[in-house]
């Protein structure tokens, strides 16, 4: 149940005592006249609205009618109607984003009284009961605060009501805060003296960062009042100290900066009042990164093949990167963030070897990474032996057969031939088909002949084997000398011979005779040696020439024989015969003869 010191009857009690001409003395100190304070009593109240870009605006409280008053700014108000103990006052902010309200009651002759107990400890003499701050309707503040208590309070009555927002208050409040009025005579005094407001003093510094860094750093300042401090930054709002006393400050992350270079930042200090500190400048740098490799990929390839590189990099800062190999320039990544890559042809490599390779990062400000080793390793590859081609496949003994041998290698290697693992020759050409022609020789014997070809590359690599066969196909002999014809006497001796050769030097040629023309060979078998016949007439003496392996060559020559009466002159024997090692089994042959026929 509210007192009835609060009740508008009791105010009736000291107007009447004016009019009975009780005599009033200025009592140096605060004297409060009534316990119920409508709106229309507190003109002369100072409001401030502080906002959320920085600035702030200050607006007196004037009488708006039968018991209501307010103060109307840019884009908000605050009105009162009724008795401030019940009536609630109404908070609106339509356009402006406002971190603080500081109502300043002391100007308009008012006072707030926080203390509801009637005769309790803290309770000042004639202030009845009080009411603290409460919020009814709307966004209330994160926190408010009394300050500035009168000369004459126990610790119930202050000059100054401040609420505050963290993040800003916009919309409409309706809260309630009891108040008290001061005599004409003995207005409302602080206990403090009033002295003229210094602005607080900002001190702020900022840091230096990499890029690709968050930054964050702390505004601080002093003030001479107990007055909470809000902080701006480049007149963006940060955030507001409540503490009253001491070094004030609010610490605040000034983001991500993906990019070197230098930001300005300008701090300014404001107290309830509205004052503001002078501005201190200070400067963000944010240095330069270089950038890290972080691959440098070069497969191994084989000789004869192109070669390709891949390199990649990371930069904290927003920067393009350049990649750089062995000194030049292989290409950019213009991405600023991320793994920045590119991929770069080497080129064509004809031989085997090992090629190292340095690589390194450039970001847009010049600055180089760390560099990076790799190397190109191009394997060796063996030749292929394309083509073993003899000059001929099928030949007859005694003939020779040459072949050529063929070979690719995809490295830039000069080849050596082999036939039958035998050096055949080497051909020093380094691209394209190499070649080379050799001998396979004369064979003097039938058969058939394998033969394996390989080429072996500078690098001792060998190719792959290929097989040829060469059929030699054995010939007859040939008689080259043959007894000439004859007539020679019944019964005399006469001489014979032959001569063979054959283009397998190797075969034992065997001469058989037929002299009784009966197509049978074995009446001699020699070179030469001597026969005789008994009868007069034309003989054909057959010979047979063989080598042993199938070849066989027949020749013939003929012999007359007469009685002794008709030997022509000895100008007329055709011949000469000569004895050979067979000779002496010639005569045993004609001993046969002449005993066979006698």
Same mark, same amino acid.
Do not use: H
């Given at each position: 149940?509210?007192?009835?010191?609060?009740?508008?009857?009791?105010?009736?009690?000291?107007?009447?005592?004016?009019?009975?001409?009780?005599?009033?003395?200025?009592?140096?100190?605060?004297?409060?006249?009534?316990?119920?304070?409508?709106?229309?009593?507190?003109?002369?109240?100072?409001?401030?609205? $502080?906002?959320?870009?920085?600035?702030?605006?200050?607006?007196?409280?004037?009488?708006?009618?039968?018991?209501?008053?307010?103060?109307?700014?840019?884009?908000?108000?605050?009105?009162?109607? @009724?008795?401030?103990?019940?009536?609630?006052?109404?908070?609106?902010?339509?356009?402006?984003?406002?971190?603080?309200?500081?109502?300043?009651?002391?100007?308009?002759?008012?006072?707030?009284?926080?203390?509801?107990?009637?005769?309790?400890?803290?309770?000042?003499? @004639?202030?009845?009961?009080?009411?603290?701050?409460?919020?009814?309707?709307?966004?209330?503040?994160?926190?408010?605060?009394?300050?500035?208590?009168?000369?004459?309070?126990?610790?119930?009555?202050?000059?100054?009501?401040?609420?505050?927002? $963290?993040?800003?208050?916009?919309?409409?409040?309706?809260?309630?805060?009891?108040?008290?009025?001061?005599?004409?005579?003995?207005?409302?005094?602080?206990?403090?003296?009033?002295?003229?407001?210094?602005?607080?003093?900002?001190?702020?510094?900022?840091?230096?960062?990499?890029?690709?860094?968050?930054?964050?750093?702390?505004?601080?300042?002093?003030?001479?009042?107990?007055?909470?401090?809000?902080?701006?930054?480049?007149?963006?709002?940060? @955030?507001?100290?409540?503490?009253?006393?001491?070094?004030?400050?609010?610490?605040?992350?000034?983001?991500?900066?993906?990019?070197?270079?230098?930001?300005?930042?300008?701090?300014?200090?404001?107290?309830?009042?509205?004052?503001?500190?002078?501005?201190?400048?200070?400067?963000?740098?944010?240095?330069?990164?270089?950038?890290?490799?972080?691959?440098?990929?070069?497969?191994?390839?084989?000789?004869?093949?192109?070669?390709?590189?891949?390199?990649?990099?990371?930069?904290?800062?927003?920067?393009?990167?350049?990649?750089?190999?062995?000194?030049?320039?292989?290409?950019?990544?213009?991405?600023?963030?991320?793994?920045?890559?590119?991929?770069?042809?080497?080129?064509?490599?004809?031989?085997?070897?090992?090629?190292?390779?340095?690589?390194?990062?450039?970001?847009?400000?010049?600055?180089?990474?760390?560099?990076?080793?790799?190397?190109?390793?191009?394997?060796?590859?063996?030749?292929?032996?394309?083509?073993?081609?003899?000059?001929?496949?099928?030949?007859?003994?005694?003939?020779?057969?040459?072949?050529?041998?063929?070979?690719?290698?995809?490295?830039?290697?000069?080849?050596?031939?082999?036939?039958?693992?035998?050096?055949?020759?080497?051909?020093?050409?380094?691209? @394209?088909?190499?070649?080379?022609?050799?001998?396979?020789?004369?064979?003097?014997?039938?058969?058939?002949?394998?033969?394996?070809?390989?080429?072996?590359?500078?690098?001792?690599?060998?190719?792959?084997?290929?097989?040829?066969?060469?059929?030699?196909? $054995?010939?007859?002999?040939?008689?080259?000398?043959?007894?000439?014809?004859?007539?020679?006497?019944?019964?005399?001796?006469?001489?014979?011979?032959?001569?063979?050769?054959?283009?397998?030097?190797?075969?034992?040629?065997?001469?058989?005779?037929?002299?009784?023309?009966?197509?049978?060979?074995?009446?001699?078998?020699?070179?030469?040696?001597?026969?005789?016949?008994?009868?007069?007439?034309?003989?054909?003496?057959?010979?047979?020439?063989?080598?042993?392996?199938?070849?066989?060559?027949?020749?013939?020559?003929?012999?007359?024989?007469?009685?002794?009466?008709?030997?022509?002159?000895?100008?007329?024997?055709?011949?000469?015969?000569?004895?050979?090692?067979?000779?002496?089994?010639?005569?045993?042959?004609?001993?046969?003869?002449?005993?066979?026929?006698?």
């Amino acid at each position: 149940m509210r007192s009835l010191f609060k009740n508008p009857s009791v105010r009736l009690v000291g107007a009447m005592c004016i009019l009975l001409g009780t005599t009033w003395a200025p009592s140096q100190a605060t004297t409060l006249t009534g316990f119920s304070t409508y709106g229309n009593m507190m003109s002369g109240m100072r409001v401030t609205a $502080n906002f959320l870009n920085g600035s702030s605006e200050s607006v007196l409280w004037n009488s708006t009618g039968n018991g209501a008053g307010g103060v109307f700014g840019t884009g908000w108000s605050l009105t009162q109607s @009724g008795n401030s103990y019940d009536s609630p006052w109404t908070f609106n902010s339509s356009s402006q984003v406002i971190t603080s309200l500081v109502i300043a009651a002391i100007p308009g002759n008012t006072v707030f009284d926080t203390y509801p107990y009637l005769f309790g400890p803290i309770q000042t003499n @004639g202030s009845a009961e009080g009411l603290e701050f409460q919020s009814l309707v709307g966004q209330g503040p994160n926190i408010y605060n009394y300050s500035d208590p009168i000369d004459i309070s126990a610790g119930d009555l202050f000059g100054t009501l401040s609420l505050y927002w $963290n993040a800003g208050f916009t919309g409409t409040l309706q809260f309630l805060a009891d108040t008290d009025s001061g005599s004409r005579n003995d207005p409302v005094a602080p206990r403090q003296p009033e002295v003229t407001n210094a602005p607080p003093t900002v001190y702020f510094s900022a840091p230096t960062i990499d890029e690709g860094q968050s930054a964050s750093t702390t505004v601080a300042a002093t003030d001479p009042s107990n007055d909470a401090i809000a902080f701006l930054l480049n007149n963006g709002y940060l @955030g507001t100290d409540l503490s009253g006393t001491g070094i004030r400050s609010v610490a605040t992350n000034l983001g991500f900066f993906a990019d070197n270079g230098q930001y300005t930042y300008t701090a300014q200090a404001r107290d309830e009042d509205g004052n503001y500190s002078n501005p201190v400048i200070s400067t963000l740098t944010v240095l330069n990164v270089a950038p890290i490799v972080a691959s440098l990929n070069i497969p191994a390839i084989d000789e004869g093949q192109s070669a390709s590189a891949s390199m990649s990099a990371t930069d904290p800062g927003a920067d393009s990167i350049s990649f750089w190999l062995n000194g030049n320039n292989i290409g950019t990544d213009a991405s600023t963030s991320g793994t920045r890559a590119t991929t770069t042809n080497l080129g064509y490599f004809a031989d085997n070897g090992y090629i190292p390779y340095t690589g390194y990062a450039l970001d847009k400000d010049n600055s180089w990474s760390a560099p990076a080793y790799s190397g190109l390793t191009v394997l060796n590859v063996a030749p292929s032996l394309t083509r073993f081609r003899p000059s001929d496949r099928v030949i007859d003994e005694g003939q020779s057969v040459s072949a050529r041998l063929f070979a690719t290698d995809p490295g830039a290697d000069g080849q050596t031939f082999f036939v039958n693992g035998i050096n055949v020759g080497t051909n020093l050409r380094t691209s @394209g088909t190499r070649w080379q022609k050799t001998n396979l020789g004369t064979f003097y014997d039938e058969g058939l002949f394998t033969f394996t070809g390989q080429a072996e590359d500078k690098d001792k690599d060998v190719s792959n084997t290929l097989t040829r066969k060469v059929r030699v196909l $054995n010939v007859a002999p040939t008689v080259t000398d043959l007894t000439n014809n004859l007539i020679v006497n019944t019964n005399d001796l006469f001489d014979f011979s032959a001569a063979a050769t054959d283009p397998g030097i190797y075969d034992l040629l065997t001469y058989d005779w037929d002299f009784n023309g009966d197509g049978i060979f074995d009446d001699f078998t020699g070179t030469s040696g001597q026969w005789s016949y008994a009868d007069a007439g034309t003989y054909d003496v057959m010979l047979r020439v063989s080598d042993g392996d199938g070849g066989v060559a027949y020749r013939s020559f003929k012999v007359e024989t007469v009685t002794a009466q008709g030997v022509p002159e000895p100008s007329s024997v055709l011949g000469v015969l000569v004895f050979s090692a067979f000779g002496a089994g010639a005569a045993w042959k004609r001993k046969q003869q002449r005993k066979t026929k006698g």
